[in-house]
């Protein structure tokens, strides 16, 4: 029997999310059985008997236990598994010892479970090389692929939206994509569902509409040198979605340097990690991430890299490999089109080539992509071609309006406390609550302030790009509140 090529590229590799051995079949069919559902749930993979656990050394099944195991193996599989899941089972020679492959494919009919422990308990999900219990969320996203439903076309539960709402996301969205977009729009895009006169909002038009819950958004970091430590500057991109995209490439490009060459009377400036590329990285974190994960997505800039990292991983069945050759499976249906029509995407199943092709365009090294299960972090170098003759400048300072008196004093305080909240704020400008609140988000948005916590728990805390000198107001105009 000839000793097949692929196994000895899976045994090369190690385990991982697709591929787990063992040495023997084990006393308790569990052992192997959760791994086989997981397998089902995921992406599939390839389960040896006769591989050393945890390692690659090929020990082999004893000649005369070969055909009983196989029959065995394949039994408790048909028996133990809901729905029926009927892996491929080979025998096969490797290296002179007998090696029996057992190749789950990927379901169709999500989510597969152990029988006897039923659901939710008996799914079961792989996390790089180790088989775990589905957490919650998670086994509610394997119900949705089963149905071949996305997320974020799922109406929230909510109450019927107002007309000044519906109209609000109309009017955002139609700038965004030059045209006039109306309800019937969205209705048919899928970010509303239709009830006699109303609308309700879908999962897809909370996120819109920046109205969706404090996990949805990008955390953004900036460390000092090559690992987590002295952190430099951090924000937090919340909001509507598609303006999150805007707020962490921003992070991202006043958090790295930006290259000047002069070549006689020639000049030209980029950025030491292509613009567009981080935006495209930015985007697709921003669509393709599980939004029923209650992780944000991170965005990490170090000395000499910057990783972005969207939580859930690759969908569905894909692959790393598969989508490095050009394949796409979309998590967001709703969302895709969505950033299609504002024009934030440009074609379907692009955003990885375009990532590396302006990378290459601009003679950088392209970004490098993992995806462990858990979440897909695309990495590009920083620091690159330092020998040659170029300048590198950090970014010039974002353009900053002047302060009124009321916000020089909230920054000010800010400066000598760690935080401040409505009621703070309104004790030391004399404001009402709502003039508090409008300048609080003012602040905010123009990335003087960090806000974390929900509605009467809301605290603010300063940006850490914001330095340590104290403020004045610019003249004495700017001392009265608008």
């Known amino acids: 029997m000839e000793e097949p090529s692929y196994l000895e590229e899976l045994i090369r590799g190690g385990e991982s999310d697709c591929v787990e051995f063992k040495s023997e079949r084990p006393a308790s069919d569990k052992k192997y059985l959760k791994t086989v559902v ?39 599989v048909a028996d133990s598994c809901t729905p029926p899941i009927v892996p491929a089972q080979r025998l096969c020679t490797l290296r002179g010892k007998r090696v029996i492959e057992l190749e789950v494919l990927p379901g169709q009919n999500k989510p597969y479970y152990l029988r006897r422990e039923g659901m939710p308990d008996g799914v079961y999900v792989r996390s790089g090389a180790t088989t775990r219990r589905a957490e919650p969320e998670q086994v509610q996203s394997l119900i949705l692929q089963g149905r071949n439903l996305s997320y974020d076309e799922q109406p929230t539960g909510a109450p019927p939206l107002s007309p000044e709402a519906v109209d609000g996301l109309c009017r955002r969205i ?56 002295v952190l430099i500057d951090r924000m937090d991109a919340e909001g509507p979605i598609d303006e999150q995209v805007e707020q962490a490439l921003n992070f991202v490009l006043r958090n790295i340097r930006l290259r000047i060459r002069i070549e006689g009377p020639n000049r030209g400036e980029n950025y030491e990690v292509p613009e567009t590329a981080l935006r495209e990285a930015i985007v697709n974190a921003v669509v393709h991430r599980d939004y029923m994960n209650q992780s944000p997505i991170q ?30 499976s979309y998590r967001n249906r709703v969302l895709a089109g969505m950033f299609l029509e504002m024009k934030l995407l440009e074609f379907w199943g692009v955003g990885i080539s375009k990532m590396r092709e302006v990378c290459r365009a601009a003679a950088v090294s392209e970004p490098t992509f993992a995806d462990d299960g858990e979440s897909f972090v695309v990495t590009f ?7 040659e003759p170029e300048t590198v400048l950090p970014p010039p300072p974002v353009p900053r309006r002047k302060l009124t008196a009321n916000e020089v004093a909230i920054l000010n305080y ?16 004399g404001l009402s609550v709502s003039r508090v609140a409008a ?43 608008e």
């Open 174 to 229: 139609g700038k965004r994509a030059g045209k006039t977009v109306t309800p019937e729009n969205l209705e048919s895009w899928g970010v509303l569902v239709r009830q006699g006169e109303n609308f309700l909002p879908t999962h897809a038009f909370d996120l819109l509409a920046g109205r969706s819950t404090h996990f949805a958004k990008v955390c953004c970091v900036s460390f000092r040198n090559t690992q987590q430590g």
């Open 299 to 328: 965005v990490a800039v170090y000395e000499d890299r910057v990783e972005i990292a969207s939580p859930g991983g690759l969908y569905g069945s894909l692959t790393l490999e598969r989508v490095l050759q050009g394949a796409s």
């Open 439 to 481: 300048l609080l988000a003012r602040l905010a948005k123009e990335q003087y302030i960090e806000v974390s916590g929900e509605a009467r728990t809301r605290i603010y805390r300063l940006s850490a790009a914001l330095g340590d000198g104290l403020l004045s107001p610019s003249s004495e105009e700017e001392k009265q509140e």
């Open 38 to 76: 997981a397998f089902a749930n995921g992406k599939g993979g390839h389960l040896l008997f006769g591989i050393e656990d945890g390692g690659r050394r090929v020990v082999g099944v004893p000649e005369d236990e070969v055909f009983r195991m196989m029959d065995a193996l394949i039994n408790s």
């Open 414 to 429: 800010l400066k000598e406390h760690e935080s401040i909240a409505n009621r703070q704020a309104r004790e030391l400008t």
């Open 381 to 387: 170098r920083r620091q690159e071609n330092a020998g």
